[in-house]
C-alpha cells in the first residue's frame, strides 16, 4: 500500500530554518505529483508547495514564496521542503501527499497523505 512519511520536523527559532523530507513506497514515485500542505490548530488545512512527477514544475502558496522551495529526488522516492527564513505563523503539523493530477494545489485533489510532522516556530 502507499505510504507517505515525512520526517525532520522541530523547534525553531523566528529566521531560522528546517528541512523535511518525505519518504514514499507503495507507489510509482515518477509518476506522482507530490504536495506539502500545513495546519495550524483551529484553521483549516493549507497548501504550501507541490512539484511535478518529473520535478520540472513545482508552485508555492503566496505566503512561503522567496523562503520555501520544493524538490524531488526520484531515484530515493523523496519530496523535500527547505524552509528558511521562518516564522512564527509558519508553526503547524505539516503533510506529505502525492497524486496523479498536474500539480494541483486542492487538498481535496490528493490522495494519499502521510501523518505529518510538527513545526513550531518560536518568536
Known amino acids: 500500500q502507499v505510504r507517505l512519511v515525512e520526517s525532520g520536523g522541530g523547534l525553531v527559532q523566528a529566521g531560522g530554518s528546517l528541512r523535511l523530507s518525505c519518504a514514499a513506497s507503495g507507489l510509482t514515485f515518477s509518476t506522482y505529483s507530490m504536495g506539502w500542505f500545513r495546519q495550524a490548530p483551529g484553521k483549516e488545512r493549507e497548501f504550501v508547495a507541490t512539484?511535478?512527477?518529473?520535478?520540472?514544475?513545482?508552485s508555492l502558496a503566496d505566503s512561503v514564496k522567496g523562503r520555501f522551495t520544493i524538490a524531488r529526488d526520484n531515484g530515493k522516492n523523496t519530496v523535500i521542503l527547505q524552509m528558511n527564513s521562518l516564522k512564527p505563523e509558519d508553526t503547524a503539523v505539516y503533510y506529505c501527499?502525492?497524486?496523479?493530477?498536474?500539480?494541483?494545489?486542492?487538498?481535496?485533489?490528493?490522495?494519499?497523505w502521510g501523518q505529518g510532522t510538527q513545526v513550531t516556530v518560536s518568536s
Open positions: 501527499s502525492c497524486t496523479m493530477l498536474a500539480v494541483p494545489t486542492t487538498a481535496t485533489q490528493y490522495k494519499y
Open positions: 512539484i511535478s512527477p518529473g520535478g520540472r514544475t513545482t
